[in-house]
């Protein structure tokens, strides 16, 4: 596949849209406060909820009366306000206790996102009330069985029909896709890529709309990751994320949606490689080998130092991501940066901290085996990381063109 027939690579860019930054002070509240509730709330069950690929139905109903479904939105709309330095805090605190949980608000985040940002009056005034409460779930909907970075490839088809449209096709590995009220789905029409803003009751199956597989996971268990098929589904043409003028402009508006889920992802595997270095330099200090705790030995104290330092650079460049998003309204090459070296370092501190724990490391006894299991999927998840790197070096390379 060439580096032109990617389009995450050659869509054009919207404008950009800017929101307020928020007080340090009240993003290091909130972050506190997730904190203390994952540490009460969240560690003690989310290994068990985890094994038994359980969604925490409890836990998520605490989070909607925290607020945390409406970070992003304007409170205008009921929402907190707050800008992604803020939400990526939250996000790295709900990793670090259980990785899941931050995927049961990230696609419903970047919904919200696309229609604060590009959605009409009557669009926000509408849905976001509903969303921000938690009482309608948001998903996205863009790769298909054949098309996942190749979005030139998406053959799920919507056509005119008087004032609806008729929707037709598969769409794949859909988090949130069953439990969602509000999916937000690409479709091809006769003008190009449309975003689609398609309401539905949570379920397996709604009008003409139905939950054709639930993918099982090596990790990231607990909440559904499926395939849905479109059959003739119909809906208003006012379901066109923008309205008339939408039509058509739907992929540059989800592909600069993904920039929060990539910042998202980046927060994550921060989250995800946090845990996993403070579990490794506790159980460093404690196990003794030799008539001296592990850590005494260098082998294991360069591990922590290089982990120590992989952690602290990824959550640098994720927030230099989300600062850069909040302020500008757009961070095309930052986030790919932050999503590409954090997801990487997630990896390879949850494989350092197996090596460190060594043999109890690999029982369920303890959560580093969760870890180990649920790092891999930050290197693929919103684009994989060889997709990054070709986003990346598009960007570079035409900030640093030369002069003809």
Not at 231 to 240: G, T
Not at 369 to 388: S, V, W
Request: aromatic share 4%; with cysteine; net charge negative.
């Amino acid at each position: 596949m060439s580096a032109k027939s990617i389009s995450t690579v050659t869509a054009p860019v919207p404008a950009p849209v800017t929101v307020p930054v928020t007080d340090p002070e009240i993003r290091a509240e909130l972050q506190a406060l997730v904190r203390r509730w994952v540490e009460r709330e969240v560690m003690p069950v989310a290994s068990a909820l985890e094994h038994a690929d359980e969604y925490p139905e409890a836990l998520v109903e605490q989070m909607k009366e925290m607020g945390l479904f409406g970070i992003t939105v304007p409170e205008e709309y009921g929402g907190l306000g707050l800008d992604l330095l803020a939400y990526i805090a939250v996000i790295e605190e709900l990793a670090a206790g259980w990785m899941s949980l931050s995927g049961v608000i990230n696609t419903h985040h970047i919904a919200a996102g696309l229609l604060v940002a590009h959605g009409t009056d009557e669009q926000r005034s509408t849905l976001l009330p509903r969303m921000v409460t938690g009482e309608m779930r948001g998903c996205l909907s863009l790769s298909e069985p054949d098309a996942g970075s190749d979005t030139r490839n998406i053959s799920c088809r919507a056509v005119r029909d008087g004032d609806e449209y008729v929707i037709t096709g598969t769409k794949a590995w859909v988090t949130n896709g069953e439990r969602a009220g509000l999916v937000a789905l690409a479709a091809r029409t006769e003008e190009g890529i449309t975003c689609f803003m398609v309401e539905k009751d949570p379920g397996a199956t709604f009008g003409g709309i139905s939950v054709s597989k639930s993918i099982g996971k090596l990790g990231y268990k607990g909440l559904e990751t499926v395939e849905m098929v479109y059959d003739a589904h119909r809906v208003p043409a006012s379901a066109v994320l923008g309205g008339d003028e939408g039509v058509g402009k739907g992929l540059a508006a989800i592909l600069s949606g993904l920039e929060v889920g990539r910042i998202n992802i980046a927060a994550r595997a921060v989250g995800v490689a946090r845990a996993a270095f403070e579990a490794s330099i506790k159980y460093a200090q404690q196990r003794q080998t030799f008539g001296q705790p592990i850590a005494a030995h260098q082998a294991i104290a360069h591990k922590l130092a290089d982990m120590g330092t992989q952690l602290l650079a990824a959550r640098l460049l994720t927030e230099h991501a989300a600062r850069l998003r909040a302020e500008t309204g757009r961070a095309e090459v930052e986030a790919g940066m932050a999503k590409l070296f954090a997801s990487e370092a997630a990896l390879d501190i949850a494989t350092e901290a197996m090596r460190i724990h060594g043999g109890v490391g690999y029982t369920t006894e303890l959560p580093i085996e969760r870890y180990f299991r649920d790092a891999p999927l930050m290197i693929i998840g919103e684009g994989t990381n060889e997709i990054q790197r070709t986003v990346i070096a598009r960007g570079l390379l035409k900030r640093y063109a030369l002069e003809e």
